[in-house]
């Protein structure tokens, strides 16, 4: 079985940083892609951004130039550094592993975040 454990949510300012963390832990865990979706009132879960092991990255239309993912050299903690959040980055974001590149066979518990002044 694999845990997923998500931190670093909050509340900020339009225009404000924060960074998100997942940690990865169990014997089963070998997937490849570890990043994050989202998902807001009403809309359905979407994709925020992926990484492989191997460091290549796959990002969603609204957050590329933003937002970045890395993943550390254990490959079992990625982080998502958000920088010029706007209030429709407001949304649960959940951490995801598994097949590359867009995960989803494992779920954190989700993590909130909203951009509101």
């Known amino acids: 079985q694999v845990q997923l454990v998500e931190s670093g949510g909050g509340l900020v300012q339009p225009g404000g940083s924060l960074r998100l963390s997942c940690a990865a832990s169990?014997?089963?865990?070998?997937?490849?892609?570890m990043g994050w979706y989202r998902q807001a009132p009403g809309k359905p879960r979407a994709l925020v951004a992926t990484?492989?092991?191997?460091?290549?990255?796959n990002y969603g239309v609204s957050v590329k130039g933003r937002f970045t993912i890395s993943r550390d050299n254990a490959k079992t903690t990625v982080h998502l550094q958000m920088n010029s959040l706007k209030p429709e980055d407001t949304a649960i974001y959940y951490c995801?592993?598994?097949?590359?590149?867009?995960?989803?066979?494992?779920w954190g518990q989700g993590t909130q975040v909203t951009v509101s002044s």
């Open positions: 169990g014997s089963a865990f070998s997937g490849d892609a």
């Open positions: 990484i492989n092991r191997g460091g290549s990255t």
């Open positions: 995801t592993a598994g097949r590359w590149p867009l995960g989803g066979d494992y």
